[in-house]
């Protein structure tokens, strides 16, 4: 994400920053200590970006030189709509650019249709392995920005990698991590064996199967109820219930790892992630745990009221 904002701006550019979580709150953080002029827009925590306010907003000021988007809030569960950004953006001289940490792999992105010039992602999330690997894809109108940037950078300048991997035996700049590289190349051919398309309807199975089963028993979702979000589903604690007990609870006696809140919504809600290496039944024995942990803490929920819901979506589309 530095990189991006280091290969792309100059000092003093005016950038557009829509943000709807902690990870959006992340580009307006870089854009400031590297003393660009953003305009910071922040949609309710929970609720995506309005792609008609950022085509209003370019129109309003051309100065606008990139809009910095991102792609799957992980601390919310939503995931913008991508596709409707880059329409919005296109026909602009503005890049448009994109933290897809954790959508690529879950959610559909289509960077050149969509007129996505840089998206961002990382290795720890759907695409399964460690972290330590951050990677971007760059357009051609992005490549022309690059050119034109003055902002300093070294380890981060794209146009090093770009050099190295033009080479006849393509390198990298500097000394990669050699261990992630081979895990990379593993996961990978993971994913072509799954194919895109099954890989995408598992995760939209996988989400619409979670959101159904906390909806089943009595829960309130954070995230939107959408088949986009697929990528981690956020869910309201309920009143009565104290959150790091719960998550506590179900990390100790089921071996399920829960995400917390973050920032002004830490205590509010718990996040079940699906990204990645998920399969159908994690999401049945995470409902299982969240349901008996609930029942322990005192909280009226039917044993079987989530589970049975995941099943039927599962049921349903699987069948
Ligand atoms: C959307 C998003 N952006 C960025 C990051 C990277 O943040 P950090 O380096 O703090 O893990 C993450 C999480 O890893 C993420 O989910």
Redesign the pocket.
């Known amino acids: 994400?530095e990189s991006a904002v280091v290969n792309l701006c100059s000092p003093g550019d005016k950038v557009l920053i829509a943000s709807c979580g902690k990870?959006g709150e992340?580009w307006r953080d870089l854009a400031q200590v590297y003393g660009l002029d953003y305009d910071y827009r922040e949609y309710e925590w929970g609720t995506p970006v309005a792609p008609a306010d950022i085509g209003q907003a370019l129109g309003d000021d051309r100065s606008i030189k990139a809009v910095f988007v991102?792609h799957?809030?992980?601390s919310t569960g939503v995931v913008n709509d991508m596709e409707a950004i880059g329409a919005a953006v296109a026909g602009s001289d503005a890049v448009l650019v994109t933290?897809s940490?954790?959508g690529m792999g879950s959610a559909e992105i289509k960077t050149d249709a969509w007129g996505i010039d840089v998206a961002v992602a990382?290795s720890?999330?759907a695409l399964m392995i460690p972290?330590g690997l951050a990677f971007v894809s760059v357009s051609p109108k992005a490549w022309d920005r690059v050119a034109k940037s003055t902002l300093p950078k070294y380890y981060f300048d794209w146009t090093k990698a770009r050099k190295a991997l033009a080479q006849e035996k393509p390198t990298t700049a500097f000394t990669p991590a050699v261990s992630l590289v081979v895990g990379l190349d593993k996961a990978l051919s993971m994913i072509r064996d799954e194919g895109l398309e099954n890989l995408f309807r598992r995760h939209i199975v996988l989400g619409r199967a979670t959101r159904a089963a906390i909806k089943g028993m009595g829960l309130a979702l954070f995230s939107p109820d959408d088949d986009r979000c697929s990528s981690v589903t956020a869910v309201r604690v309920p009143d009565g219930v104290e959150d790091g007990k719960l998550r506590t609870l179900i990390r100790d006696k089921y071996g399920v790892q829960l995400a917390g809140g973050q920032g002004p919504i830490k205590g509010k809600i718990f996040r079940i992630g699906h990204c990645g290496y998920y399969n159908y039944t994690d999401i049945i024995v995470a409902i299982t745990a969240l349901e008996l942990a609930l029942k322990e803490l005192g909280h009226p929920v039917e044993l079987g009221s989530g589970v049975s819901k995941a099943q039927a979506i599962f049921g349903q589309e699987l069948a």
Do not use: L
């Open positions: 994400m990870f992340r991102t799957s809030e992980t933290d940490i954790s990382g720890q999330k972290p």
